[in-house]
């Protein structure tokens, strides 16, 4: 028999737990790649939660929707005809994801010994997604040094190619400072060794199209070596979380992970770790691209940046040292050399005075969201000054 365990659970006041958190209405939280949902965006997916892409009988036009979400996704990268895609629960499992797709096409090739472990290069900048994706699949990560512009250093990248050597990412977008990699660059290198490259454009993938320069980024399908690409809605796609995003140049990365489910209507095959999946985020985007178009989209993007350089600028008046320029919405700065806090002090500070930010690579690191507002940003310069006046 089942006891009712409810008196044993320690109770919690629900209603003071949740004021312990911070909101993002505030426009104060600078140290995350989420923010407040578009308000159309958070009305319709409350609609759609319960739709199950992983049940495809019962939901066939919300699968749709994905597809076309992958459409428009795709438009931006110039996916070939042949290609297709996922909306996921994140960037992360967009990585995994596309690691397991990468892991099970190569380890057919008899080139590789199966003594040893089958090797995936990566920047030091890569997100911990990739080690989380090496670690399952039994894989070993090669990762490769950085420059002094946070790019993965294509040199070293070239002497650490070998025989097991199963793929190669590029970032673009890095999570610290938003950098992006070479990627003509990398494309060459894959394509000499005939190596599948996966872009993780889990930030910048809603940024950089978007950019008057976006070409000079060559963030495309056109790079023949790319397989696979990485995408979340839920970060500068401004849908609910969660929302990530995994393209494939063609369907036999997404066939390489397939299975059949024997119990459900119609015998679905998925090539997704999770199985139950909301299709919620996709039907939020869908419609909010309806609503904003690629213009609605640009014009936020721009804000963002524009509020980005803004800050990098009256940082720099103030004595801040930027190591970076900062090319998309994501701000890496150090603190003054005659500034009596250390770096963890003054991030300790700020977050006392409710502004998040993060400490990365020995810089305090600001994302800049379309939460936060110039006037936010000028709230946040007083604070700073009246820090550094009581030093
Ligand atoms: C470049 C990059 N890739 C992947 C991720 C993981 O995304 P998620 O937190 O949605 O799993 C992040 C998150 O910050 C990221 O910056």
Request: charged share 20%; glycine share 8%.
């Amino acid at each position: 028999m089942i006891e009712d365990q409810s008196s044993s659970v320690r109770r919690i006041n629900l209603n003071s737990e949740l004021e312990k958190d911070f909101s993002y209405t505030t426009g104060q939280i600078l140290s995350s790649m989420n923010c407040q949902a578009e308000k159309n965006a958070r009305e319709i997916f409350i609609q759609y939660l319960e739709s199950n892409l992983g049940d495809p009988a019962l939901f066939p036009g919300t699968k749709n929707i994905e597809a076309y979400v992958i459409g428009i996704l795709g438009r931006f990268f110039d996916l070939p005809e042949n290609g297709t895609g996922l909306v996921l629960a994140g960037g992360s499992e967009a990585n995994i994801t596309a690691m397991w797709a990468i892991r099970n096409n190569e380890r057919k090739k008899t080139t590789h010994s199966h003594s040893h472990p089958l090797e995936i290069l990566a920047p030091q900048s890569a997100h911990i997604s990739i080690n989380k994706a090496i670690d399952l699949l039994n894989l070993k990560l090669v990762s490769i040094p950085v420059t002094d512009k946070y790019q993965i250093d294509i040199k070293k990248a070239k002497r650490s190619i070998s025989s097991q050597t199963i793929g190669v990412v590029g970032v673009a977008g890095t999570t610290a400072f938003g950098t992006i990699d070479p990627l003509l660059e990398l494309n060459e290198l894959c394509l000499e060794n005939g190596l599948p490259l996966h872009i993780d454009a889990a930030f910048g993938g809603m940024v950089f199209p978007f950019l008057p320069n976006s070409i000079d980024y060559n963030l495309s399908f056109e790079l023949k070596s790319l397989v696979s690409m990485t995408v979340d809605i839920h970060k500068m796609g401004r849908v609910p979380i969660p929302g990530g995003g995994l393209l494939w140049r063609d369907k036999s990365y997404a066939q390489a992970i397939e299975f059949t489910l024997p119990y459900l209507a119609g015998h679905p095959r998925q090539n997704t770790l999770s199985g139950t999946r909301s299709g919620a985020s996709s039907v939020a985007f869908a419609y909010l691209w309806e609503i904003l178009g690629f213009k609605g989209f640009q014009t936020e993007v721009e804000r963002c940046i524009q509020n980005t350089k803004f800050l990098a600028g009256e940082l720099v008046k103030r004595g801040f040292k930027i190591p970076n320029d900062p090319i998309i919405n994501i701000l890496g700065v150090q603190i003054p050399d005659f500034s009596s806090f250390s770096q963890e002090e003054f991030h300790k500070v700020l977050w006392d005075h409710g502004w998040t930010t993060s400490l990365v690579n020995s810089a305090l690191r600001f994302v800049i969201m379309p939460a936060t507002s110039r006037e936010h940003l000028i709230k946040l310069l007083h604070v700073i000054d009246d820090l550094m006046k009581e030093e």
